[in-house]
C-alpha cells in the first residue's frame, strides 16, 4: 500500500511539474480561445431598449485603487453619450464591453478630474473603430478651450499613427475633438441641448462656485428618465430637474471622513493639504442632502458616485451615508466601478448588476 501510494506521489509530482513547465503555452492557448469573444463584445448590442447607465468611473481626485475618475455613461436605445471622462474612462469603458464608435460626450464642468481621460477616450474611439469624424464634446462655453487643447496635445501622436498605420485604418479626419459649446438663454437655468431619435437630454445649471459654469444633465427616452447631478452643492434647480425621475445619479461627499482626512493632514504637518480638505466640503453634496433631494424630488432610485474621500474599507460606507437611509426610504447604491443600471423601455423596473469583477 505505501509503495503505491509513493508511486501515485511521484505521478501527482510530475504532473504538477509538466504544468507548470507548460503553463505559458497553455496560457497562449486560452488566450487565443478567448480572444474572438473579447474583440466582438459588444454591450450596447445585446441591451434591452431604455435607459441604461454604465459607471466607467466613480471615483474623485484622490487616488483611490478601486475606482476611476468620474465617467458616466449613459446608453439610449443604441446610443452612447459619455458624462466626463475622468482618468481610467476609456480603459473602464474597454473592460465593460462598451464601444464608443458612436459615442459623443458631455462634460459637466472643467474640474481636470472630470476631463483628464478626454484625450484617450477620443483615442480609442478614433484608432479601435475607423471612425471618420472627430469625437463631438459637448459642454457650456470654455468647452472649445479644452477640445483645442487635447487637440493640440495629441497632434503629434495623430501624425504618428497615421504615418505608421495608414490613412485606411486611422482615417485623418476622425482624429481628434469637435466642440459643440451650449450657452443657456439669459434668464434661463436649463435649456434642451439635443432632442432627436426619442432622446432628450437637458442641461441646467448647478452650484459648484467657484466653478463657473458647471452643469448637469437631465436624459429622457421612450418614459425612463435620470439626471446627473455633476459636481454641485445642494442644488434647488437640480431638485426640480429631478422631480420624478426614475434614478438620479448624484455625487457625494461625506464632511465626517473628509474632517478625518484633515485632521490627518493637520497632525503630519501639511497644512496645505488640510486646507484643501476643508474647502471642498462647501461646494460638494454629503450623502444625506442628496437623499433629501432624492426624497423631495419623488425620485425612484438614487444612485451616489464621485464618492469622497476613498473608503478602502468596506466598512467605512456605514459612517459615509450617515442617516441617508433614514431620510430616502427609495432605492438607494453606493456607485462601483463596473455598475450597469438599466431601465427597460416600457417598464418602471430599474435593475443594478455588474460589468466588471
Known amino acids: ?94 473592460l465593460m464591453g462598451i464601444g464608443s464608435a458612436n459615442g459623443v460626450v458631455l462634460l459637466t464642468h ?43 496635445a495629441y497632434a503629434l501622436d495623430a501624425g504618428y499613427r497615421i504615418a505608421h498605420h495608414g490613412a485606411a485604418v486611422v482615417p485623418p479626419s476622425g482624429a481628434g475633438i ?6 443657456f438663454p439669459a434668464g434661463a437655468d436649463s435649456m434642451v441641448i439635443l432632442d432627436e431619435d426619442g432622446v432628450k437630454i437637458t442641461a441646467f445649471l448647478v452650484d459648484h462656485g467657484p466653478v463657473k459654469p458647471a452643469v448637469g444633465y437631465r436624459f429622457d427616452y421612450k418614459g425612463r428618465s435620470v439626471v446627473i447631478s455633476g459636481d454641485t452643492a445642494a442644488s434647488a434647480v437640480l431638485t426640480r430637474m429631478a422631480k420624478g425621475v426614475d434614478l ?21 504637518g501639511n497644512t496645505r493639504r488640510a486646507k484643501i480638505f476643508a474647502d471642498i466640503v462647501d461646494y460638494h453634496t454629503s450623502p444625506e442632502a442628496a437623499a433629501g433631494i432624492a426624497r423631495t ?38 456607485a462601483r466601478d463596473g455598475d450597469l443600471v438599466s431601465l427597460p423601455a416600457g417598464e418602471s423596473t430599474t435593475t443594478r448588476k455588474r460589468l466588471l469583477r
Not at 178 to 183: D, E, G, H, V, Y
Open 1 to 94: 500500500m505505501k509503495r503505491i501510494l509513493a508511486g501515485l506521489l511521484v505521478l501527482v509530482v510530475l504532473a504538477v511539474g509538466a504544468l507548470y513547465v507548460a503553463r505559458g503555452p497553455i496560457a497562449v492557448a486560452l488566450m487565443k480561445r478567448s480572444l474572438p469573444a473579447t474583440m466582438t463584445r459588444d454591450v450596447i448590442r445585446d441591451l434591452p431598449d431604455g435607459l441604461h447607465v454604465a459607471i466607467c468611473g466613480s471615483g474623485a481626485p484622490l487616488p483611490d485603487p478601486d475606482r476611476g475618475g468620474p465617467c458616466t455613461a449613459v446608453i439610449a436605445g443604441k446610443r452612447l453619450f459619455v458624462v466626463d471622462t475622468g482618468e481610467g474612462a476609456a480603459r473602464k469603458l474597454g
Open 178 to 183: 469637435q466642440a459643440r459649446p451650449f450657452t
Open 248 to 268: 438620479l445619479v448624484h455625487e457625494a461627499l461625506a464632511p465626517n471622513l473628509v474632517g478625518v482626512l484633515q485632521d490627518g493632514a493637520v497632525a503630519a
Open 297 to 334: 424630488a419623488g425620485v425612484k432610485t438614487l444612485l451616489l458616485t464621485h464618492i469622497l474621500p476613498p473608503m478602502p474599507i468596506r466598512a467605512l460606507e456605514i459612517p459615509f451615508l450617515g442617516d441617508s437611509r433614514k431620510i430616502f426610504s427609495g432605492t438607494l447604491w453606493i
Open 110 to 152: 472643467f474640474h481636470s478630474d472630470h476631463m483628464d481621460g478626454l484625450g484617450n477616450v477620443a483615442l480609442q474611439r478614433w484608432a479601435g473603430y475607423n471612425t471618420q469624424t472627430p469625437l463631438a464634446l459637448y459642454g457650456p462655453p470654455g468647452v472649445e478651450r479644452i477640445a483645442a487643447g487635447f487637440n493640440e
